[in-house]
């Protein structure tokens, strides 16, 4: 039998034969032989590239919280000073639950989150950081921890993706997937939004006419 080779890319006659005979696995060794006839291998259509970030990345909260305080300077930025100023030199008020009757800091300040206190959620030994139902300290930049501790379904709907604004990528594995904490949509003294009534949706002037517009 003459010697396989593989000009201009086609089979030889030896080839012609392997392949008749149903011999997949010796051509394929054959065919892997002629460098220059096999396709290299390229990455799936729509694929992101190994450097771009992938995985989900949760957005940040402030940390130490501020309340404004004295009037705004020469550069347009509001003056703020930290809750621990105030607060780590007076006793806590542990019947507090809105600053209606405050006239300091905190006026007007209304609370509607069931039946809570500030010191349900405020550390009242440490106003830089929070209190778990347990007593443990947790830093600001936790919270959700905290949310979770009374918002069990929605903590659980959360972690599946079903509850929390979002954006970016589904497939986490072709791209990031930016998620927000609570505190980023409601607000954690009255975190209910308002209720809606539904109607109905806005005309769309790509949609064809209604009768009703007609008659117009």
């Not at 940390?63 to 300077?73: E, L, M, N, Q, S």
């Amino acid at each position: 039998m003459e010697r396989t080779q593989c000009p201009n890319g086609r089979l030889s006659r030896p080839l012609l034969v392997l392949a008749l005979a149903g011999l997949a696995p010796a051509l394929a060794l054959l065919l892997s032989a002629c460098g220059g006839d096999v396709a290299p291998e390229t990455a799936p259509a729509g694929q992101v590239a190994a450097s771009a970030p992938t995985g989900v990345h949760i957005r940040t909260v402030p940390g130490v919280p501020t309340i404004p305080a004295g009037p705004i300077d020469a550069r347009g930025h509001q003056a703020r000073v930290a809750c621990s100023t105030c607060h780590s030199i007076k006793a806590p008020d542990t019947t507090r639950k809105t600053g209606a009757e405050l006239t300091a800091f905190h006026q007007g300040l209304q609370v509607a989150h069931g039946s809570l206190s500030c010191l349900s959620c405020h550390n009242e030994d440490d106003y830089d950081s929070l209190r778990l139902a347990d007593g443990h300290r947790v830093p600001f930049e936790r919270v959700m921890d905290l949310c979770a501790q009374c918002h069990g379904p929605q903590a659980r709907d959360y972690a599946h993706g079903a509850h929390g604004g979002m954006s970016g990528y589904w497939d986490t594995t072709r791209g990031l997937q930016t998620r927000n904490q609570c505190t980023h949509c409601h607000a954690p003294h009255a975190p209910a939004y308002p209720a809606m009534k539904p109607t109905f949706k806005p005309r769309d002037r790509f949609l064809p006419p209604t009768r009703e517009s007609n008659d117009d």
